[in-house]
């Protein structure tokens, strides 16, 4: 679709994901920001929304104004490239506090200019005469009170970050991803028919450099070649004490485009389950299992999932 760069409402926003949260694709988040300024105009603002690709992958914005270890598109400047607001939470990266946090280009912050106001983000306001006097930022987007507690730990968990070493995490995680993937996409059943389909960039087992999350999203086949249900599949790795996620996976646009199921057959469907695992649209199971990689993990927990996968299901 095309938007017009002569709006006359003001600034806009465009919001974008820079990892794919359902098969763990990475985009060239900072060639779109240029390609945002440059087509639809300086009033367009960018949001990155950084929570599915913080886990595993360094975030710079300071001189190199970078999400990603790509660098920036040629012929560009710096600033053009860095986005103006990244959404990212502590929680999905270590687990705790459960913090997330929306960085903001300060000179664009304050644009922000809320029909509303809540405890804690104004200095003063009269009752009786339209007079408001919003705090500086970050307090006036702050509304009531923060949570201090988990707040306190922040410093904690934040030198815990530091300490990992993002860019070996990157790689690390990107490895097992890759070492499970390509084991799956080898796997048979008798009549030499595959046992897993994979979804996302690894799907070509030769994925460009950085291209993909350490995320493997995959479907599990019967010896026909039928999707076996995603509730039997979670059984037996529940049993093998795997942890995967399982369902549309909070993005039912990306799994829709990967499975290929229309949407239509989803907005149709009877019964309605969100991200449950269970769900159907005419026939067909709508979601896929996906397991996810932290800095935590070893070549064992790849090799158990791949022989519990194995064991059950080839026949």
Known sequence: ETV????????SLLAFSAQDNFHGGRIDWAALTVATRRGLGPQWRVLVDAAALAP??????????NLRTQEIPTACSKD????????VSIAKIIGFPQVGALLVRRPVGYELIRPY??????????SSFSYMLPKELPDRLEDGTPQFLSLAMLPLALAWIENLNMADVNEWTKRLAEYLALGLSRLRHRNGKPVCRIYGFLCGLHPSEDSQGAVVTFHVLDREGNTIPLGDVLMYLNDAKIQVRSGVLCNMGSCCEATGIAEAMVANRGVKNGCG????????????VRASFGYYNTWEDADRLYATILDVFVR
Do not use: K
């Not at 017009?4 to 600034?11: A, F, H, L, N, V």
């Open 277 to 288: 695992w269970d769900d159907a649209a005419e026939g067909q199971v709508l979601g896929a």
């Open 4 to 11: 017009s760069t002569q709006s006359t409402w003001g600034p």
């Open 80 to 87: 053009e490239a860095r986005p103006d607001f990244v959404a």
């Open 56 to 65: 595993n992958c360094p975030i710079r914005l300071g001189d190199q104004g």
């Open 117 to 126: 106001y809540g405890g804690g983000s104004v200095v003063e306001r009269t």
